[in-house]
């Protein structure tokens, strides 16, 4: 449908609607046809509506989208919906563009959205899925999705349970597995929460006793309360734990997308990870997280929207809720009064005893109900930006003992001390705010786990700070200064954004041996951070992770062997701003290590062969500043043997990191992006000839050539070169180019 049509049809906006009810696929769908096909436009975005839209808020994610270098501040401008559909119309002005609506509810939502959506002849396509024929009928063609045949269920059962869709192995299996499917009546998320509630017992007993408590499914009519049933089943067979953790989704709106990790922590402040023997708090949390996952009740969202430096990660950092989960646990929370969520959802009556509550309305109905609440009784409270306007006095909750207002603008300094008395608080999150200074008092908080005040205006931490022993995350400001004492923080797993303006910092890092994370920023490095900064990474045996940033390795060539041996344990570095003249050699004694960010002003043999022999190197984001000095007359070969990069899935190479791809050469590698050079490149060796025919499991490669405007033959001449090697590539991979 989105290609279909003569030429002069084909350069006119184009619009598809994808309806159907919920289940059955629409978002995939749709994402599916965004991803293979954005790479020939000039610029798109896929959006999120939801049943209680936020006109603004959607405006501004779609411009975001369509330039986060430009609009990068968007969100915290003051635009309204006339003025933002003005930008987005002017931007797209002479753009061939591709968007995608997702999720509409309401003819006169859409109407909004499409004002924004200018028609230029450029052959700019627009993609919506909505449950409703009557808004999918509003523009251009309509793809009504259908349910799965019961051939195309059992692919999909059987691919999910067993590795591979041909036939059920069991053949006791067979029956029942027909039976449940029936009852799945081809809906895809019927299929994929059943499937994987089964893929751990193939013992028929068990899935006759899924089947039973399936009631009549969505067989005969496939309406919300049979998709609810099905979920149902899912809910019940998690162990407690879990049941709480998913219950607790229940507090974000629809649509929303929240980050991994800053959800684990909230399960930590919560209270409901239970300690294992061996292993940290957030780790066990992971293994909550992924479980839920696994058993397809949160789903993973595009990486390549959320991720950082240009590419994906094995573990989605970014996550949503099924609207229809979210229906579930929404109902679910409500009956057993576990959260109390105002904004989005309507209550009948509200419970006595709130214990957690949830905010994100703005409606100012919604304050009259607010009033009446007696939060005497409230242990967790989580608002959403736009709702703190309408919350009461914070002196109204004397028993929190979790507090969220990331992004709550209207929290300043007047609200500090007020917090600081809250003495049971165990996880505080003041992300966003405009609190300007922590006061001494902060000390009142003895049981405090969880701190977050990120990007706020404190630039620096009280003395008594130190008094916060319990303590296991922490992140601050990028330019705080750290009091002496920070070192009695025995307990700290994760801290993030620390300012090192001088080598005691380090020294006073180097006693918080419990750390996992550690994220700081190094202000004008000479040779007396040197020694600390060994001493600090040696003395760190359980870090996993390490990111620095600033000016930690100058322009001096020699700072390139500044980064001495560190922890065994380290999984991540991430080094993005601090250029190196060369790899540092003590990562090959790093068997644990997966994911590097580098940048480097040469890419020499050696860095390649330390590089290329870590045994478990997944990721890796490397920007060359330029060749090495010695004119070279080819460039250097990555092959099976020499620089096997054996495990490596991911690459994005920056500026002048050109190589050639021999037969056999990362035999792993599923997504490429490279940045390469200008025309001298093309000069200095006579071609583009890479060898991406020769990456045997190459799924993506997104390429960037660097030409200027009056060079076109050329540019088209490299393009054409790349596009043959990719033609010849077995896999075919999806080519993205910008």
């Given at each position: 449908m989105l290609r279909k049509g003569d030429e002069a049809s084909a350069?006119?906006?184009?619009?598809?609607?994808?309806?159907?009810?919920?289940?059955?696929?629409?978002?995939?769908?749709a994402n599916a046809a965004y991803q293979k096909l954005k790479g020939d436009f000039d610029c798109g975005a896929f959006v999120s509506v939801s049943f209680t839209p936020n006109i603004e808020k959607i405006f501004k994610n779609l411009l975001h989208q369509l330039d986060k270098n430009w609009y990068h501040n968007i969100n915290e401008s003051n635009w309204g919906e006339a003025e933002l559909i003005t930008e987005i119309?002017?931007?797209l002005r002479n753009k061939r563009y591709i968007i995608v609506i997702d999720d509409i509810w309401d003819k006169s939502v859409w109407e909004h959205i499409r004002c924004a959506l200018i028609e230029n002849e450029y052959g700019s396509r627009v993609i919506t899925t909505t449950r409703i024929l009557d808004v999918a009928k509003e523009d251009g063609d309509v793809y009504e999705m259908k349910p799965l045949s019961i051939t195309d269920s059992k692919k999909l059962f059987y691919q999910i349970i067993f590795g591979k869709e041909d036939e059920c192995p069991h053949k006791q299996l067979i029956e029942v597995s027909e039976k449940i499917l029936m009852k799945c009546g081809g809906v895809p998320l019927a299929i994929i929460t059943i499937s994987s509630l089964l893929a751990e017992r193939h013992d028929s007993a068990h899935w006759s006793k899924v089947y039973q408590s399936m009631g009549t499914g969505l067989e005969n009519n496939p309406d919300v309360n049979g998709m609810r049933r099905i979920l149902y089943v899912s809910y019940y067979d998690l162990p407690a734990h879990l049941k709480i953790c998913l219950l607790y989704l229940s507090l974000y709106p629809e649509d929303c997308i929240f980050k991994r990790k800053y959800l684990i922590w909230k399960w930590v402040g919560e209270g409901f990870i239970q300690p294992k023997q061996g292993?940290?708090?957030?780790?066990?949390?992971?293994?909550?997280?992924?479980?839920?996952?696994?058993?397809s009740l949160i789903q993973t969202v595009n990486s390549?929207?959320?991720?950082?430096?240009?590419?994906?990660?094995?573990?989605?950092?970014?996550?949503?809720?099924?609207?229809?989960?979210?229906?579930?646990?929404?109902?679910?929370?409500?009956?057993?009064?576990?959260?109390?969520?105002?904004?989005?959802?309507?209550?009948?009556s509200l419970p006595v005893k709130i214990r957690r509550l949830s905010l994100h309305t703005s409606k100012q109905e919604d304050a009259k109900v607010l009033s009446t609440m007696n939060m005497s009784h409230v242990r967790s409270l989580t608002v959403f930006k736009k709702s703190f306007s309408l919350l009461p006095p914070l002196s109204s909750f004397p028993l929190l003992s979790a507090l969220d207002l990331t992004n709550c603008k209207q929290v300043d300094d007047r609200h500090s001390m007020l917090i600081c008395n809250m003495f049971h608080l165990r996880y505080l999150w003041l992300y966003g705010t405009y609190i300007?200074?922590?006061?001494?008092?902060?000390?009142?908080?003895?049981l405090l786990q969880v701190l977050d005040f990120g990007e706020t205006e404190i630039e620096e931490l009280p003395s008594t700070f130190e008094q916060l022993c319990q303590l296991v995350y922490l992140r601050v400001n990028s330019w705080i200064r750290v009091p002496y004492g920070s070192k009695n923080l025995k307990s700290l797993q994760e801290l993030k954004s620390v300012i090192v303006m001088s080598p005691s910092v380090l020294i006073e890092l180097s006693g918080l041996t419990e750390l996992r994370c550690l994220d700081m920023k190094v202000i004008e490095w000479n040779k007396s951070f040197e020694e600390p900064f060994h001493h600090c990474l040696s003395s760190l045996i359980n870090l996993q992770s390490l990111k620095v940033n600033g000016c930690c390795i100058t322009e001096d060539p020699e700072c390139g062997n500044l980064l001495l041996p560190g922890p065994q344990q380290l999984r991540r570095f991430i080094a993005p701003y601090c250029r190196a003249s060369s790899v540092p050699r003590w990562m090959s004694s790093l068997s644990c290590l997966s994911y590097i960010v580098i940048s480097l002003y040469t890419l020499g043999e050696e860095d390649l062969h330390v590089l290329g022999c870590l045994p478990s190197l997944r990721h890796l984001n490397m920007d060359v500043c330029r060749h090495t000095p010695r004119q070279?007359?080819?460039?250097?070969?990555?092959?099976?043997?020499?620089?096997?990069?054996?495990?490596?899935?991911?690459?994005?190479?920056?500026?002048?990191?050109?190589?050639?791809?021999?037969?056999?050469?990362?035999q792993k590698l599923q997504i490429l992006e490279l940045h390469l050079g200008t025309?001298?490149?093309?000069?200095?060796?006579?071609?583009?000839?890479?060898?991406?025919?020769?990456?045997?499991?190459?799924?993506?490669?997104?390429?960037?050539?660097?030409?200027?405007?009056?060079?076109?033959e050329e540019m088209e001449a490299a393009e054409a070169t790349l596009r043959k090697a990719l033609d010849m590539n077995p896999n075919k991979p999806m080519l993205n180019k910008w």
């Open positions: 350069k006119q906006l184009k619009m598809v609607s994808v309806v159907g009810f919920g289940g059955l696929g629409k978002t995939t769908l119309r002017e931007y292993e940290s708090l957030y780790e066990v949390g992971e293994q909550y997280f992924d479980e839920l996952i696994n058993r390549e929207l959320y991720c950082g430096f240009g590419f994906s990660k094995k573990k989605a950092s970014h996550c949503r809720v099924h609207d229809m989960v979210l229906d579930l646990i929404t109902y679910l929370s409500q009956e057993e009064n576990f959260m109390t969520t105002l904004g989005g959802h309507q209550y009948e300007t200074e922590i006061p001494r008092e902060i000390a009142n908080l003895q070279r007359q080819a460039w250097p070969v990555i092959g099976a043997t020499s620089y096997p990069f054996r495990c490596l899935t991911e690459l994005r190479y920056v500026q002048h990191a050109e190589v050639v791809f021999a037969l056999g050469a990362m025309p001298d490149t093309l000069h200095q060796f006579g071609y583009f000839d890479l060898g991406l025919e020769n990456l045997s499991s190459l799924q993506q490669i997104t390429i960037r050539l660097s030409f200027s405007k009056d060079r076109k």
